[in-house]
């Protein structure tokens, strides 16, 4: 039993594990202001798709029981401000979109009953967030089982940023899988590319895996190609923080360099993911809007300066991996082959 956690609802406030402090400090944040939680989630205190859309419910129910509104027409038309403002923080995610769609779908069932009560409507708001971080950890513990057919006994696993439980409401998508397959064999070595520049992996990944005693090694993101050739990676894993409908896959920057090598080296490449962060509005990679991020992300470190001034950096925080580079793609429902266009649209119908 982990004695930690990645977000919950404690005293009428949201409470996350502040993961810019990991692995130095565990330090958990009490947010009693909506605001509090929009930035928690733009300056990635919590990180990770599915947990972003945990912490943007939790922020919506904290914003309406705050109000004081007093009828749920009035509470739902205050609400909209912050429907606004979480909707800004990470615009790749898909998972966010959808947790603010389903806390909308509650307030509108809501007054479809024609109540008048706003204290009722606030109760349910808080209910329905609370049963989304419920979902998400069933999700992912269902990820983990189906993912863990792939993993051989005695696999070196690859996998890069964090899609462990500290990205989720629990367990985890791409460490799900990675914890499930360890339960099974006992056997199981990850190698955890230090993810550049905000370095997931070697912070939260490797902390994660040490915490709950699975073998893990941090390497530097330039040494994959060389492991990889000389035979130390047996397949790679990763998360996902929007699906477009053909597989196309938007993650981590640095993903899809590793789902070239893998290709060249004749590896598997999976990711892990619900289908929630499945967009079956978006055809293609091409149209994933991709969060451009601070550039002193990579040009300080701290009070230190890396790069001399007047030299600008680049920071896209997430990269596309075309379908085609994909071996599987590991959902709640079952493990997506190609063509995925069929495989993921199969996946959804049968949950709907």
């Known amino acids: 039993m982990k004695d930690w956690f990645t977000i919950a609802w404690r005293d009428e406030k949201v409470v996350l594990l502040d993961q810019r402090e990991l692995p130095e400090r565990e330090v958990y944040l009490e947010l009693e202001e909506p605001e509090a939680v929009a930035v928690a989630i733009e300056t990635m205190a919590i990180r990770g798709a599915p947990a972003i859309g945990c912490a943007a419910a939790l922020g919506i129910a904290l914003a309406a029981m705050r109000s004081e509104a007093a009828t749920p027409e009035d509470l739902i038309a205050e609400l909209e401000r912050h429907f606004d403002r979480f909707a800004r923080t990470r615009p790749t995610a898909v998972n966010l979109f959808f947790a603010l769609s389903e806390m909308r779908k509650e307030a509108e069932r809501f007054v479809a009953t024609a109540s008048a009560d706003a204290t009722v409507l606030r109760r349910r708001l808080l209910e329905r967030a609370q049963a989304l971080l419920r979902e998400d950890v069933a999700s992912c513990r269902r990820i983990g089982e189906h993912g863990a057919s792939l993993i051989p006994a005695g696999s070196k696993v ?37 993810t550049r520049p905000l370095l997931q992996g070697a912070r939260l990944t490797a902390w994660e895996l040490e915490r709950d005693k699975i073998p893990v ?8 190609a060389d ?9 790679v894993i990763v998360g996902a923080d929007r699906i477009a409908s053909n597989g196309d896959v938007a993650n981590k920057i640095g993903t899809y360099s590793l789902a070239v090598l893998a290709r060249a080296h004749g590896l598997p490449f999976y990711v892990a993911a619900p289908l929630a962060s499945v967009d079956f509005g978006t055809a293609s990679g091409d149209s994933i809007p991709i969060e451009e991020r601070d550039p002193s992300e990579i040009t300080r470190q701290g009070e230190r300066r ?43 119908s049968e949950r709907d």
């Open 158 to 194: 690859l996998t890069h940023c964090n899609a462990g439980a500290l990205a989720t409401a629990g367990f985890g998508t791409a460490l799900g899988v990675v914890r499930a397959a360890a339960a099974r064999f006992g056997n199981i070595e990850v190698l955890a590319n230090e």
């Open 217 to 224: 090694s941090v390497l530097t993101d330039g040494m994959a």
């Open 227 to 235: 492991l990889m050739r000389r035979g130390k990676v047996d397949l």
């Open 306 to 348: 890396l790069v001399p001034r007047g030299v600008p950096a680049l920071n896209p925080a997430f990269d596309v991996t075309q379908a085609s580079l994909i071996d599987a793609i590991i959902t709640e429902a079952g493990i997506a082959r190609p063509p995925f266009t069929e495989s993921l649209r199969a996946q959804a």
